[in-house]
């Protein structure tokens, strides 16, 4: 996810955010301080199944972990 811009979701999509099978880990960029946290409490939120999250400041660095994570669940 790219926090560059601002947005929400409603509380249905919130509780059903990578529900997917296939969704191994979510990297989260965020540019200030508001997005990290209202990822960090949408993080916190019950949901449906555990999240393997982490927030970035840098893009490269976010995708960089995302492939080491996909290489580690393949392994």
Do not use: C, G
Request: a positive charge.
């Amino acid at each position: 996810m790219n926090k560059k811009y601002s947005y929400t979701y409603d509380f249905y999509a919130q509780r059903n955010l990578a529900t997917l099978k296939e969704t191994v880990a979510m990297a989260v960029v965020a540019y200030n301080k508001m997005a990290s946290m209202s990822t960090e409490i949408l993080d916190k939120l019950p949901m449906k199944s555990e999240w393997h999250l982490k927030i970035f400041s840098d893009r490269e660095k976010a995708l960089k972990w995302l492939r080491h994570e996909q290489e580690a669940h393949e392994n």
